[in-house]
């Protein structure tokens, strides 16, 4: 069963920029779909964007095109997210998220979760 690690967040004045990332524990990484979902409070979790296990493959929640940039490198185990151009609506908790099914947006897909790490944009 893989864990994973969020780390990264913080306070950022709207217009700045973050990275966050996800690290798992296993070496087994490369056959996970990895995903990065937030959640507001009050709000339910929401998709973010989403990376194929080995081919490159992105799914953006259109919130976020353009400003959000997904990465992964397998040989680290590791998922990242670079966050430009952030706004107060970004402010969120965000988790990272796997599943062997494949690559989804649906919340239910996803079998591994990890402990989120807060991200808060000031205006």
């Known amino acids: 069963q893989v864990q994973l690690t969020e780390s990264g967040g913080g306070l950022v004045q709207a217009g700045g920029s973050l990275r966050l990332s996800c690290a798992a524990s296993?070496?087994?990484?490369?056959?996970?779909?990895m995903g990065w979902f937030r959640q507001a409070p009050g709000k339910e979790r929401e998709f973010v964007v989403a990376i194929s296990r080995n081919d490159g493959r992105t799914l953006y929640a259109d919130s976020v095109k353009g400003r959000f940039t997904i990465s992964r490198d397998n040989a680290k185990n590791t998922v990242f997210l670079q966050m430009n151009n952030l706004k107060p609506e970004d402010t969120a908790v965000y988790y990272c998220a796997a599943t062997t099914t494949y690559l989804a947006i649906a919340t239910t897909l996803y079998n591994y979760w990890g402990q989120g790490t807060q991200v808060t944009v000031s205006s």
């Open positions: 296993e070496r087994g990484f490369s056959k996970y779909h």
